[in-house]
């Protein structure tokens, strides 16, 4: 069932985004806590190749950095059944807690390879959990018909952000030192984490009754209710396009700190991320006004804008030129993640959108730590230029294949969409063996 009403009356008297103080806090803790996560994940790379000296071991922490995407599948049906908020302030906590470690032993001088190796599953772990939290969290704290522009706020400061906090990262260790870095990213987490603690989210009933099975058949049966109600649906088309993108921006990630330093070094590399960043925010901020263009006609024209943008980065004589083309290829990306997040919300019940989110998630975004891998070796292979250049064919897949299908084609705007214009049917305990 959803977690508010659909009553008009209701709505109308629901207080704007901004005076929605579950909404403020929620919006605020994850800027902190995504500005975190940017943050520890450039000073745990710096700090094992600084230490190591080892491209191969700072290819592996990456990887399992970006391992949780590869593994969200498992923790969207434990996040539909745990306390939403509970679980938002003991990852800050968790994640708190591993950075201080890491901090002390770098600010005596006991910090090394094996230490920060144990310490990123721990890290990764707690990613897993926390990422599939906020398409639970925000139907239950905003009404629907503010869902957009909450969407197009919070992946601003989480999907736009990100690469623009992995710039500030690389200049604040330039200046500062890992220890400082690590020190600032443990206060992040203590914030975000007193900023969730205050946050009054709704229960949602969960129609299911799992009395009497065990955690396991419980949680393969919500696995399988997550896939049923994807199943036969154009989100499957839409998960296809995705995974194939993000290999693509796997790739991509592997190599840019090449391309960089053969542009000019790790001051272009810096501008290149947050060209990304700055792009995706752009994307994003623009998409609650653009709401009211058909979703399936909308994409295609612009990824493959993007890819042609993305050519002429790669193919530029001038360094500026190149960086802002490589930014301005991202705009669509950061619309399109806030129409997509928007499209899920609307049609999929509010007590069934952490399961699928995370079976969506892993299989969109499970292909970004494999594109990592494989992006360095084709490096190798085919040059940097050249590999970059490929890359670009994430965007132009996407965008032709919306193209060439009509169901995709079909998905109307994203204000007019609705659970049977998707057709998307919810599955309730009574439908279950």
């Given at each position: 069932?959803?977690?508010?009403?659909?009553?008009?009356s209701?709505?109308e008297a629901?207080?704007p985004?901004?005076k929605?103080?579950?909404f403020?806090?929620f919006?605020v803790?994850?800027f902190?806590t995504n500005?975190?996560?940017s943050?520890?994940?450039?000073?745990i790379?710096?700090?094992?190749?600084?230490?190591?000296?080892?491209?191969?071991?700072?290819g592996?922490?990456?990887?399992l950095?970006?391992?949780p995407?590869?593994?969200?599948?498992?923790a969207?049906p434990?996040i539909?059944r745990?306390p939403?908020?509970h679980?938002?302030?003991?990852?800050?906590?968790?994640?708190?807690?591993?950075?201080l470690?890491?901090?002390?032993?770098?600010?005596t001088?006991a910090?090394s390879?094996?230490?920060?190796?144990?310490?990123?599953?721990v890290l990764s772990?707690?990613t897993?959990?926390?990422d599939?939290l906020r398409?639970?969290v925000?139907p239950?704290?905003?009404?629907?018909d503010q869902?957009?522009r909450?969407n197009?706020?919070?992946?601003?400061?989480?999907?736009g952000?990100?690469?623009?906090?992995?710039a500030?990262?690389?200049?604040?260790?330039?200046?500062?030192?890992?220890?400082?870095?690590f020190?600032?990213?443990?206060?992040?987490?203590?914030?975000?984490?007193?900023?969730?603690s205050?946050?009054?989210?709704?229960?949602?009933?969960?129609?299911?009754?799992?009395?009497?099975e065990?955690?396991?058949a419980?949680?393969?049966?919500?696995?399988?209710?997550g896939?049923?109600?994807?199943?036969?649906?154009?989100?499957?088309?839409i998960?296809g396009?995705?995974?194939?993108?993000?290999?693509?921006?796997?790739v991509?990630?592997?190599i840019?700190?090449?391309f960089?330093?053969?542009?000019?070094?790790?001051?272009?590399?810096?501008?290149?991320?947050?060209a990304?960043?700055i792009?995706?925010?752009?994307?994003?901020?623009s998409?609650?006004?653009?709401t009211?263009?058909?979703?399936?006609r909308?994409k295609?024209i612009?990824?493959?804008?993007?890819?042609l943008?993305w050519?002429?980065?790669?193919?530029?004589?001038?360094?500026?030129?190149?960086v802002?083309?490589?930014?301005?290829?991202?705009?669509?990306a950061?619309?399109d993640a806030?129409m997509?997040?928007?499209l899920?919300?609307?049609v999929?019940?509010a007590?069934?959108?952490?399961?699928?989110?995370?079976?969506?998630?892993t299989?969109?975004?499970g292909?970004?730590p494999?594109?990592?891998l494989?992006?360095?070796?084709?490096?190798?292979?085919l040059g940097?230029v050249a590999?970059?250049g490929l890359?670009?064919?994430?965007?132009?897949?996407?965008?032709?294949?919306?193209a060439l299908?009509?169901?995709?084609?079909?998905?109307?705007?994203?204000?007019?969409?609705?659970p049977?214009?998707?057709?998307?049917?919810?599955?309730?305990s009574?439908?279950?063996?």
């Amino acid at each position: 069932m959803r977690a508010r009403s659909d009553d008009h009356s209701q709505r109308e008297a629901s207080p704007p985004l901004w005076k929605n103080r579950d909404f403020l806090r929620f919006f605020v803790g994850q800027f902190v806590t995504n500005a975190g996560d940017s943050l520890y994940s450039v000073a745990i790379l710096w700090a094992v190749f600084e230490l190591s000296g080892s491209t191969f071991l700072t290819g592996a922490a990456n990887s399992l950095l970006l391992l949780p995407f590869l593994l969200q599948i498992a923790a969207g049906p434990l996040i539909d059944r745990l306390p939403i908020k509970h679980v938002l302030v003991g990852t800050q906590v968790v994640q708190g807690g591993a950075i201080l470690v890491l901090t002390v032993a770098a600010s005596t001088g006991a910090l090394s390879v094996p230490l920060v190796f144990v310490t990123i599953p721990v890290l990764s772990l707690m990613t897993l959990v926390a990422d599939p939290l906020r398409a639970t969290v925000v139907p239950r704290i905003v009404p629907e018909d503010q869902l957009s522009r909450s969407n197009s706020a919070l992946t601003t400061i989480t999907h736009g952000l990100d690469m623009v906090f992995d710039a500030m990262g690389g200049l604040l260790i330039a200046a500062f030192g890992v220890t400082t870095l690590f020190l600032l990213d443990t206060f992040t987490f203590a914030v975000a984490g007193l900023l969730f603690s205050g946050m009054l989210i709704p229960v949602v009933d969960d129609d299911s009754d799992g009395a009497g099975e065990s955690a396991t058949a419980t949680y393969l049966a919500d696995l399988r209710e997550g896939v049923d109600v994807l199943r036969g649906t154009v989100f499957v088309e839409i998960m296809g396009t995705s995974a194939v993108f993000n290999f693509a921006v796997g790739v991509t990630l592997a190599i840019l700190p090449a391309f960089g330093e053969m542009l000019g070094g790790p001051a272009i590399y810096g501008l290149l991320l947050g060209a990304l960043g700055i792009g995706r925010v752009v994307g994003s901020v623009s998409a609650s006004r653009l709401t009211h263009l058909a979703y399936g006609r909308f994409k295609p024209i612009t990824y493959v804008f993007s890819a042609l943008l993305w050519v002429g980065s790669v193919g530029s004589p001038s360094v500026v030129l190149t960086v802002v083309l490589f930014g301005l290829a991202w705009v669509s990306a950061g619309i399109d993640a806030v129409m997509l997040e928007t499209l899920s919300q609307k049609v999929f019940p509010a007590d069934q959108l952490g399961r699928v989110s995370a079976i969506k998630g892993t299989v969109s975004t499970g292909t970004l730590p494999i594109g990592s891998l494989v992006g360095g070796l084709l490096a190798e292979q085919l040059g940097t230029v050249a590999t970059m250049g490929l890359a670009a064919g994430g965007f132009g897949f996407a965008g032709l294949y919306f193209a060439l299908r009509s169901p995709l084609r079909g998905v109307p705007a994203v204000k007019d969409v609705g659970p049977e214009k998707l057709d998307v049917h919810a599955q309730t305990s009574d439908s279950r063996e």
